[in-house]
Structure formats: C-alpha cells, structure tokens
C-alpha cells in the first residue's frame, strides 16, 4: 500500500544517526518540536477508537481506498507514526504528501484540540457579546434566521456565561507551491456555537503544551464520543478573570451537525466538562 511505502521510505531515509543523538549536530524542524510528547502518544496508542480515527484521517488525505488492503493495524500504523516523529522532523515529509502536519492529522482526528488563534489568525471568530448580543461589525454577515436560533437557545440555558454565536475553521498546513514555504489552509468554516470554560492554568505548573493536551485527553474523548464532529479548542494559560490566568477549552458545535436539539447537545457538553473538572 502507498502509504506503507511512504512510512517505510521515511524511517529508512530519516534515521537520527548517534552523532544527532548525542547533540553533535543539530537538526532544524519546520515547527519547533513539541516537548514531552509521549504520554500524549501513549493515550492514542492505548485507545483503539483513536488509533482508527487516525489512520482513517491520514488515508483520506492520502487519497487511500477502503478496496486496498492494508498490511499494517491502525495500531501498527500509529506506532510507526509516532516512531518517525521521535526520530527525524516527520511533519515537514507529512507536508509533501498529505498537506498535514502530524498534529494536523491529530487535530483533524479530534484527537487533540485546536489551538485558539493558531498562526496568529482569528479562529474561532465571536459574533455576540456576554449578554448574548450581535456585536455591531457582524450585524450585515450573519443570517437573522442563525442568530435568532441561537439567542432563544441562549435565554434558556440555565447557565449562559461564555457561551457564543461564533464561526470556526478547521485547518491544515501546506507547502506553497512557488517558494515552498508554509502557509495555513482553511479546510471548513462553519457557524455555531461556542463554550468557553476555564481550566487549570499548566503554565504555572510548568507544562508544555502536549503535556497540556494529554492532561485533557479524557475530557476530549469523551466529548467527541458523545458530540461527534464537534471542534475542541485550546489556550494555554490564555484565559484572565479576576486577575488570575487559566487554560481555556472551547467546544463548538456546528450548526450543520447540532443544530437540531442544539440545547440538548449544550447540556451534554457541559456536563462532560463540569464531570471531568
């Protein structure tokens, strides 16, 4: 299968010598290396669901076909995975043949979150206020029938702070075709609603940001198990209230998924969070 190929052909190729391992060379990244990645890689390695999910996301980038047989299980094939990306820069060769970082591929998996404002461009973009009003510069760009939705939704809710009507993207990242540099691709934009929660601060506790996606990981699971196709968002130590810092997760549900009982997947969504806080 192609992708075998690929894999194999990269761990062959791109194997750190001991002269890397020993820090007498250096090896420059597209991306900074994430830190402390492998409780996070254990998590996904230990979770069959997840371990399909990325496979099944990297073979549609890949353009593979279910009539293809595999030889590696969607464990095998997340080792491997995870194998080459302790080894060599595996995101700047998952670029050139599928347009996705590796943790573009875990993102896209809804297997860890989305970063609030990644690359320094507004995602997900809130349209109301505290009070649940349209700010003034979206009045003209969101459907009256959208926002009308969402409001009688928003007088409800028994617990109604930070929650939003907001636009969200997913995204990948890919190399432009002229001087091959990196740029971001939006892959979907979608309106709905947004949830904002604070969580403990892990820059405090000295926590890089894998650290801080597997301190989170059974959270996420379990709100994609239940609310599938649902964006998770993430900031470190990004919320301030009462001049006190917090992590934030966002959890937004795309009107073209939840729309319908849209106030029954809220509640569900909040009862996951405040279960696992």
Known sequence: MIYIFYISFFLKYNTVDEKVKKGMISVETIFPREEKTEVLFQKILDDSWACEKLQETFCNYLFCDDEINSYLSPLEFSQALFNAYHNRDLSAFLMAICENTIFDLL???YLIPYRFNADGIENPVIMTDDNGLLLPKYKSKV??????????????LNNNKKIYLAKAYSYNHKYTSDNMEMKQQILEKNTGILIIRELPDTVTANKTEAEAYSAVWDLMIELEKNLPMAFVFYGQDSLVENNKRYDEIGIFLPNSIFLKHLEKHVAKAEAIIYANK
């Open 107 to 109: 993102r896209n998996s």
């Open 143 to 156: 459907h009256e029938k959208d926002y009308n939705h969402f409001h009688e939704i928003y007088k409800e």
